[in-house]
């Protein structure tokens, strides 16, 4: 669970790492949180990877050594707080097979876990945080082969699907879009994230015919998010309630709001 930076009395100060897994790419970044839960990004970093788990451990321990250069002196960075995609979790658990892969780097690294996020949430928060609304947005996040759209409607998250991505991503979202059956009418703000091609995501989204193909009553605006958005919302999550329990053992047997009870607990 998170509970040095919010309740901690021997220090003002503690120093995380919040890490943002992708099956190509780990995003980590340096942050910086009191006591009082404020949380301040001093760094962040994106590293590749190919292949089995153990290079994307091997990314990992490259951005956190890059990462510490920003350290102050006589400080260690211990702690991490993950950022994962939806299709790692199930009922606001991490699955099994990826909960062993983040108990290896845990254990490789020497970090101990205190939390986890769901991307798009933490991006909706930071959102919100940045721009003073709840929001109502799509957020597409583009993760190798796959991609997944997240509706969100005032704040809340009222749909997220995965999908493998086809030689044609704007049919990839339109279907995914359509099987929103119960939204009338679609938010017309788009936002992508993630690694890999974003730019040619961008003009094929904003090439298609969406007032004809989708329930959007204007044409939509598509922006892409800055590189380390995601990684920065994470962070910013970690100061929050939105963070789950820490995954340290093999199951996460509480829910969230048991937790948030804990913590508000004198």
Same mark, same amino acid.
């Given at each position: 669970?998170?509970?040095?930076?919010?309740?901690?009395?021997?220090?003002?100060?503690?120093?995380?790492?919040?890490?943002?897994?992708?099956?190509?790419?780990?995003?980590?970044?340096?942050?910086?949180?009191?006591?009082?839960? #404020?949380?301040?990004?001093?760094?962040?970093? *994106?590293?590749?990877?190919?292949?089995?788990?153990?290079?994307?451990?091997?990314?990992?321990? $490259?951005?956190?050594?890059?990462?510490?250069? !920003?350290?102050?002196?006589?400080?260690?960075?211990?702690?991490?707080?993950?950022?994962?995609?939806?299709?790692?979790?199930?009922?606001?658990?991490?699955?099994?097979?990826?909960?062993? $892969?983040?108990?290896? =780097?845990?254990?490789?690294?020497?970090?101990?876990?205190?939390?986890?996020?769901?991307?798009?949430?933490?991006?909706?928060?930071?959102? $919100?945080?940045?721009?003073?609304?709840? $929001?109502?947005?799509? =957020?597409?996040?583009?993760?190798?082969?796959?991609?997944?759209? *997240?509706?969100?409607?005032?704040?809340?998250?009222?749909?997220?699907?995965?999908?493998?991505?086809?030689?044609?991503?704007?049919?990839?979202?339109? #279907?995914?879009?359509?099987?929103?059956?119960? &939204?009338? +009418?679609?938010? #017309?703000? &788009?936002?992508?994230?993630?690694?890999?091609?974003?730019?040619?995501?961008?003009?094929?989204?904003?090439?298609?015919?969406?007032?004809?193909?989708?329930?959007? =009553?204007?044409?939509?605006?598509?922006?892409?998010? !800055?590189?380390?958005?995601? &990684?920065?919302? +994470?962070? +910013?999550? *970690?100061? *929050?309630?939105?963070?789950?329990?820490?995954?340290?053992?093999?199951?996460?047997?509480?829910?969230?709001?048991?937790?948030?009870?804990?913590?508000?607990?004198?």
């Amino acid at each position: 669970m998170l509970e040095g930076f919010l309740h901690h009395k021997k220090e003002e100060v503690e120093y995380l790492c919040a890490m943002m897994v992708g099956p190509v790419t780990i995003d980590v970044a340096l942050w910086e949180g009191t006591k009082a839960g #404020s949380v301040k990004v001093l760094k962040t970093t *994106s590293k590749s990877y190919q292949g089995e788990w153990k290079a994307a451990v091997d990314a990992a321990d $490259q951005g956190i050594t890059e990462i510490e250069s !920003a350290l102050p002196e006589g400080h260690e960075l211990t702690s991490v707080v993950f950022g994962l995609f939806p299709d790692w979790l199930t009922e606001d658990r991490i699955k099994e097979h990826h909960l062993k $892969q983040l108990k290896e =780097l845990t254990t490789a690294l020497s970090l101990k876990p205190r939390g986890f996020v769901e991307i798009p949430i933490a991006i909706a928060h930071l959102l $919100q945080k940045d721009e003073g609304t709840a $929001q109502t947005v799509i =957020l597409i996040g583009i993760e190798g082969t796959h991609f997944v759209i *997240s509706l969100f409607k005032i704040g809340k998250m009222v749909h997220s699907i995965t999908q493998v991505r086809s030689e044609s991503i704007s049919q990839d979202v339109e #279907s995914a879009l359509t099987s929103f059956t119960d &939204v009338e +009418v679609l938010p #017309s703000r &788009v936002l992508i994230y993630g690694s890999g091609d974003l730019e040619i995501i961008k003009t094929a989204l904003l090439n298609h015919p969406w007032q004809k193909k989708a329930n959007f =009553l204007h044409f939509p605006k598509i922006e892409i998010l !800055a590189s380390d958005f995601g &990684v920065k919302a +994470v962070a +910013v999550a *970690s100061g *929050s309630e939105i963070v789950y329990q820490s995954p340290e053992e093999t199951t996460v047997s509480e829910s969230k709001e048991q937790e948030i009870e804990e913590r508000e607990a004198p």
